[in-house]
């Protein structure tokens, strides 16, 4: 008998319901989109009436989830930037110099007087007063080294220390700077991520390119500009001692110290000790907040460990100025009145409530661990992206059309009920792509007007054996039974295979290729649901309420 049990046809329309309430957002595009994002400042502490009205566009009882468009779609910037990751060099050499100056301090009475000379960057020089206990100098240096914890540096150690004459130099190790490297690409990938995370962006492509590089893809961002913006702030925080004040730029400020402006007062330097106390990798958080004065401030708070260096040097250093340097100015640099405790303070300047916030973002964010150059910039305006729309639409249109006007052609009222699960099929598309949050990129637009063209291949396979069994004089009802289930095993041959092709184009590729393998599997999976599901049971409807005694296919 040609029936469907009613467990099965309730769980069949359900699916094709749900399917259809999931994608109906995505015919509301703009407003669906304003709704999410007033949704998303009010739940983040905007009070902003217009993001209230914005908000109430869309029901909340409804899906609000829409497809994401990708660059090629929306519009937005592209960036290549080169990481420069021999910078980090110095930096981890700096930061080794106050070991380095203890252990040899240690043994004074042996080695002399121990200063930091002036070198190439990437190399540290130390300069002792009694040439003859360099040996001894050197067994205290390595004594410093630390293993390498790499796969292809196992067995190393981090540096390599030499001497001659009254000199000790200290470089890093072959093995560590490839382990460095590999560190700072790596930090300099998710702290992008997070910085273009932060400004509310959705799904950024953010991709590792060779070794030393990251491509950056913002669908929706004004302009490259901007997006550097985004991401190119160092936002680098460090709290230093203060040498000296001076207005001459190029004066000497003598080994291991630096000059740098002020940040508000031209003409003014600072000569800073040029290891800081802390940096802003220990921070915690910062916040937005208002001085003494009601002037945006920006409130910050430390780590256990940057809490505990803040506190023991404000204890040591009471009347002492202390610089709180962001990007290499000077923020401010007021005299430590009393022990600071707790890890906590506060950062004024000339800022306005929109700065104080920017800079609470990039500062929780974190630092990046060197600078960024950028190789390739572009900005794909909207207006490119909307012509890439209207012809995805066109081809979706022209192909579906050509499909059903086919189907009802070759198959009759059977053609009509595949049409309309090719209809249902579309739109499963759209709510799985909108529930995944998925990307679609034009590449996934073909990926679509082909599942379109394919989707109706299995209606053929059943519709031509259902014409053969009415061939050998079968009944209506046996022919169309026969002919579902024979037709099964060449279905599911057919897509099974190409569904295998598509998840391996989506495992293996990226960007463009994984938004066709994305369309593509999405479409088989839903293809093959309402050719055996949905068009059978529209038939088996048709047939018990018209019962006819023959049938024409």
Known sequence: MLQISMFKQALIVLTCVVGLLLAMPNLFYSR??????????????????????????????????????????????????????????????????????????????????????????????????????????????????????????????????????DMITIDLSEAEKIASDERTVLQSLEIIRRRIDAAGTREPSIQRQGEDRILIQVPGAKSAQELKGWIGTTAQLTFQPVVGRTSNPDENPGAGNEILPDAEQEGVYYVLERTPVVTGETLTNAQPAFDQNGRPAVSFQFNPTGARAFGDYTAENIGAPFAIVLDDEVLSAPTIQAHIAGG???????????????????????????????????????????????????????????????????????GVFANIALMINVALIFGALSVLGATLTLPGIAGIVLTIGMAVDANVLVFERIREELKVAKGPARAIELGYERALSAILDANVTTFITAAILWLVGSGPVRGFATTLGLGIVTSVFTAIFVTRLLIVWWFQRRRPKSIEV
Do not use: C
Not at 88 to 113: C, H
């Open 32 to 165: 669906v989109e304003q709704h999410n994002d007033a949704v998303t400042a009010l739940e983040a502490g905007s009070n902003d009436p217009a993001l209230e009205a914005a908000a109430g566009q869309w029901p909340s009882f409804l899906p609000s989830s829409i497809v994401n468009l990708g660059l090629d779609l929306r519009g937005g910037a592209h960036l290549l930037a080169e990481v420069q990751v021999a910078d980090v060099y110095a930096a981890t050499l700096d930061g080794m110099w106050p070991q380095v100056r203890d252990v040899l301090v240690s043994e004074r009475d042996t080695i002399g007087f121990v200063t930091r000379e002036e070198s190439d960057d990437g190399l540290l020089r130390v300069k002792i007063s009694n040439p003859e206990a360099m040996d001894r100098a050197l067994e205290l240096v390595r004594g410093l080294a630390q293993p390498v914890v790499t796969l292809t540096g196992a067995g190393q150690s981090n540096i390599v220390v030499s001497g001659s004459g």
């Open 344 to 414: 906590s303070g506060i950062i004024t300047g000339n800022f306005t409530v929109e700065s104080s916030t920017n800079l609470a973002v990039l500062l929780r964010a974190g630092a990046l661990p060197t600078e960024l150059t950028f190789l390739e910039e572009r900005t794909i305006g909207p207006e490119l992206g909307q012509d890439s729309v209207d012809a995805g639409k066109i081809a979706a249109l022209v192909g579906m059309g050509g499909v059903v006007v086919f189907m009802v052609l070759s198959y009759g009222i059977f």
